[in-house]
């Protein structure tokens, strides 16, 4: 295992655990299956964007002039929803490791300030694995994805936000034995 791992784990291990099993997040590009939906929003975005800066700047009224400092913030959000927000993806991961006791799943994140998530193999009902062509894996606790508790509220219309389940370890190799691991810890804290 590697030192330094070990050392960001060791914030998070309770007095007299250790480490069976200690790990970096795969630090590249994931793809999704709802990032193909964000990409379409993004797609679409930029389409109407592009379409209103042009017109903006085609445009010989004064009052015109003042839409493009608006459309250039706009161009920025078509930007993150096409490109921008799977840097962030790749940022985070960059900040998280992962460790394995034998009670426990450890995913601690270092971005602004360290954040410790924890699972209890004790208690987990639903763990899936899911492997990519590749050899990568990811190992999920519970549903994929969730719908927010309280809708989102805008302009008196209700939207549904769909969230990332953060308890998921994104594994770049041997995300298939450590799969088996972590389901032999469960057997073992249930006896």
Known sequence: MDPDVQEELSYALNPGEYLLWGDRAYGGLVWRSSDLAA????????????????????????????????????????????FGRFYVDIWKRSCTVYGLTAGRVLIVRKLLFRKILTVDLK?????????????????????????????LIQFGRHYREIV???????????????????????????K
């Open 123 to 151: 208690t987990a009902t639903s763990i899936t694995y899911k492997q990519k062509a590749n050899g990568r894996g990811a190992i999920i606790f519970g549903p994929e994805s969730y719908e927010l508790e309280e809708p």
């Open 39 to 82: 990409t379409m929003f993004g797609l679409a975005w930029c389409a109407m964007v592009a379409f209103m800066t042009y017109q903006a700047y085609h445009n010989p009224k004064p009052n015109a002039q003042n839409l493009k400092f608006m459309l250039a913030l706009m161009q920025l959000i078509a930007i993150y929803a096409l």
């Open 164 to 190: 990332y389940n953060p308890y998921r370890l994104d594994l770049a190799r041997d995300a298939i034995q450590i799969y088996d691991m972590i389901q032999a810890q469960i057997g073992a804290a249930k």
